[in-house]
């Protein structure tokens, strides 16, 4: 059919939209206030509540023919070139040289063609349903994204290939699962875009009934967020919404009924003699094996495929078996790249193969990028796009280039603001200056220029001789070890009561005790300090660090208490709650009222004006000193050890040292030729070594050692920091003025992109960091969705991709070909 078609392009003049800006972009910032709802909110508004799922049978009847097609795809809705890309390609008919055709291996080899004949004679037909596997659009799949990077290039898709006009015979049903972007809109934009519409697909909006989220090639017609699909040859499709890993007892219970139509939604939990389908394909929204890693057993995943009576193949203790008598395809998006684990293909390795199973990463539905060579190398994966030598060139090669992490959001605001507050902070007010007096009295503004603006506001911020007294000590220490307390029991308090449930009753009311007295002990020293005071004023700006503190330990408090309501929330699912169970909360909230009380009656003892100025300076050094550190360990360090973790605090430290030091010495020390001699000399070498590490003499495509790369990245970023670092505190303060502070902010913002360029670089060497790299190279290349071919005993895969987006689609003289990733197959 679609051979007959002239692939044109829509007369109306497109404009692609790139790929969303990830380091703190307008449209993060934008969202920010929707990711923070649904992190204190999301477990409690659960809108599957209120879905009725049905068994979809439709595609259940054995096709004419042997095969049955369908497609997948994930991960889409960002850059609308590569979304437009994928629209395109799954929405046609493709063709192969042969049924048995290898996969293309080299750069130029291409063997995906649009059009039939010229040596193209397998014909692998649209699929009869899409199936979408979450984050269908970035930031956040709202109404409004959804309409502008979803929506609009599967519909120019369509018109690009059929024409303007909706044809009813072209219509295929689409489903999908929600991902994590999709949870962060509550599930109002998922649901608008693949459930059911309350009226007739594809009219003509009524008065009132607003435009709807339908696709021109597509219908909707499942009933809840997560589905079950009968497919012929008793094969089944389910596809899960596992929040955070984890599957809700209503939709566990959908599934178990499954495993035993006889048995009830009701009563399928309690059901003992259970057995999954013999020929199953399982879709959930984060991937059951990535980055070379196996999963853990104590990962929320393992759990969810345990309580469907899945055999979790993909643990270490399994290594990718499953009985003779099953046959089960894992796949997933969420990573933006493709790999497969185990399976079978023509050129796999014999011990990496299974002919029943494989676990399958396939996010390449048009969100950008992520590395493909980071690899834990726990296990081997049979297929990987793009391969590890390009992955590390791409990647390095962006990261290295200051101006793309420019456009990739505000983290050049952000490094222009510290550098202009920390510089203001050394300067101008008396309490901050003090401490290290890096700029002489007579080089201050108030001695140069006493009537000038930048004189008042330091006069503004003077203080009186107040002799301040070192007796503040035992203050400090207690108040950051109240702090750091606080904080461990905010991140223990759910595993601490969930353990105490699952004890039974007694150990609940303990576990009350201990978490009452554990905080009662930990406030109590407030009462001692009250009436023990030592004599004379602390430092100034210790004052405004005890204050700030205790304003802290306040708001840890209350997140503290937040975090008990959520336990109490799920317990009052299966117990009754009594008036005790709240006697922590009223505790937590007491203390956080005293906490803040007391940091400011006690040590607000200076103006208004000095504790704020020393407040703001002192929130944002530990933001950009423990911020970059916890980061570091956090998102750097989530696929590695405690001693990996350790190993990027180091790095998030340095990272941090550059951001707030370099800038601020140029400005202090050095003379304007100076400032320009180590600005473009970082800004050169940077790019330098972008050329240097990526060169293809450097990189083995048979063994990218990427250890050995990290440590020579690693050894130039800091030769690099170091020498700039020399030359910026080399020489003598100069005076203080409204240039040298609007050159601090203009030199921060400048290193802060080269910086984090090689951070980002020499984290991801190391396997750190891998969604924060590829949010900041922001590549649309190297997408690919997979064409499904279903036969009673076999499901193959054949993984179509195209290594660069084109933003239009030539006649048929000039038809482009696309590539074939991987082929592979499982059956009984």
């Not at 309350?198 to 090639?217: I, M, R, V």
């Not at 690919?784 to 895969?797: A, M, W």
Request: charged share 20%; with cysteine.
């Amino acid at each position: 059919m679609f051979q007959r078609q002239k692939l044109t392009r829509s007369k109306s003049a497109r404009t692609f939209k790139g790929p969303v800006a990830w380091l703190f972009g307008r449209q993060l910032i934008a969202g920010l206030k929707w990711i923070g709802m649904y992190a204190f909110f999301g477990d409690k508004l659960d809108s599957r509540d209120w879905m009725r799922p049905e068994i979809i049978s439709r595609h259940g009847e054995a096709p004419e023919e042997e095969a049955f097609w369908f497609d997948y795809l994930a991960d889409s809705g960002d850059g609308q070139c590569a979304t437009y890309n994928i629209a395109y390609l799954c929405q046609h008919d493709l063709w192969l040289p042969n049924e048995n055709s290898p996969p293309d291996r080299d750069q130029e080899s291409k063997t995906v063609s649009l059009i039939g004949g010229g040596g193209n004679t397998f014909k692998l037909p649209r699929g009869e349903f899409l199936f979408v596997g979450g984050d269908t659009a970035y930031h956040i799949a709202d109404y409004t994204t959804l309409a502008e990077r979803f929506q609009r290039p599967f519909n120019w898709a369509y018109e690009d290939i059929f024409g303007p006009e909706t044809r009813p015979e072209t219509r295929r049903p689409i489903y999908g699962i929600p991902g994590n972007h999709d949870y962060y809109d509550a599930l109002d934009g998922f649901n608008r875009q693949f459930l059911k519409p309350f009226n007739q697909e594809h009219a003509q909006a009524t008065e009132g009934a607003g435009p709807q989220l339908s696709l021109k090639g597509f219908e909707r017609i499942q009933e809840a967020s997560y589905v079950a699909l009968k497919l012929p040859y008793d094969w089944w499709f389910w596809g899960l919404d596992t929040q955070a890993g984890e599957i809700d007892r209503r939709q566990a219970a959908f599934f178990l009924s499954l495993c035993n139509p006889g048995v009830s939604e009701a009563t399928a939990e309690s059901k003992t003699a259970r057995k999954a389908p013999d020929k199953l394909i399982v879709a959930t929204p984060e991937p059951t094996t990535k980055f070379g890693q196996w999963a853990r057993e104590e990962e929320a995943i393992v759990g969810t495929f345990k309580k469907l009576d899945l055999a979790p193949s993909f643990l270490k203790s399994n290594a990718g078996n499953l009985p003779r008598s099953q046959c089960r395809l894992d796949i997933s998006g969420d990573i933006h790249h493709y790999a497969r684990y185990w399976g079978k293909g023509a050129a796999d390795k014999s011990a990496h193969t299974r002919a029943n199973y494989a676990s399958v990463v396939a996010g390449g539905g048009g969100a950008f990028l992520h590395p493909s060579h980071t690899d834990v190398e726990e296990v081997a994966e049979n297929q990987l796009y793009p391969p590890r030598k390009v992955s590390h060139q791409l990647m390095t090669r962006r990261l290295l280039m200051p101006w793309n992490i420019f456009q990739g959001g505000y983290i050049w605001l952000a490094g222009a603001l510290i550098a202009l507050m920390t510089y203001f902070a050394a300067a101008i007010p008396e309490s901050s200056w003090s401490i290290f007096k890096l700029i002489p009295e007579e080089q201050r503004p108030l001695q140069n220029e006493g009537s000038s603006l930048l004189g008042r506001i330091q006069e503004a911020l003077a203080i009186e001789q107040v002799n301040p007294t070192k007796d503040y000590g035992w203050d400090l220490i207690y108040a950051l070890l109240l702090l750091a307390l606080l904080s461990v029991s905010a991140l223990r308090t759910r595993s601490f009561f969930e353990a105490a449930m699952e004890r039974g009753r007694k150990a609940w009311i303990w576990a009350h005790y201990q978490f009452i007295g554990f905080h009662l002990a930990l406030f109590a020293p407030i009462v001692f300090f009250i009436y023990w005071s030592p004599g004379g004023n602390p430092h100034p700006f210790l004052a405004s660090l005890l204050v700030l503190l205790f304003l802290l330990a306040s708001l840890v408090s209350l997140v503290i208490s937040r975090r008990y309501d959520n336990m109490l929330f799920e317990r009052a699912k299966s117990h009754r709650i009594i008036k005790w169970n709240y006697t922590p909360l009223w505790i937590l909230m007491l203390f956080a009222a005293v906490s803040a009380c007391y940091g400011l009656w006690h040590y607000g003892r200076y103006p208004l004006s000095v504790v704020f100025s020393d407040i703001l300076t002192t929130s944002i050094l530990m933001l950009t000193l423990g911020g970059l550190i916890l980061f570091a360990v956090v998102a750097g360090g989530s696929l590695h050890e405690r001693a990996g973790k350790l190993w990027f605090a180091a790095l998030g430290c340095w990272h941090a040292i550059l951001q707030i030091s370099v800038p601020v010495l140029l400005v202090i020390y050095s003379s304007w030729i100076t400032i320009f001699m180590v600005v473009s000399g970082a800004f050169l070498a940077t790019l330098l070594a972008a050329w240097m590490m990526t060169r293809d003499s450097l990189v083995n495509e048979n063994c990218l050692q990427q250890k050995k790369l990290g440590r020579q990245l690693l050894i130039i970023w800091l030769l690099v920091g170091v020498s700039a670092m020399l030359m910026a505190g080399w020489g003598e303060a100069v005076e203080v003025t409204w240039i040298r502070l609007a050159a601090a902010f203009l030199v921060g913002g400048v290193l802060s992109c080269v910086w984090f360029g090689w951070y980002l670089a020499v984290a991801l060497a190391f396997n750190g960091h891998n969604n924060e790299a590829g949010g900041g190279a922001r590549l649309e290349a190297y997408r690919h969705f997979i064409r499904f071919k279903l036969t009673p005993n076999t499901l193959t895969g054949y993984v179509i991709g195209i290594d660069q987006p084109v933003e239009s689609f030539p006649k048929d003289k000039e038809r482009p070909r696309f590539r074939l990733v991987d082929v592979f197959t499982i059956g009984l």
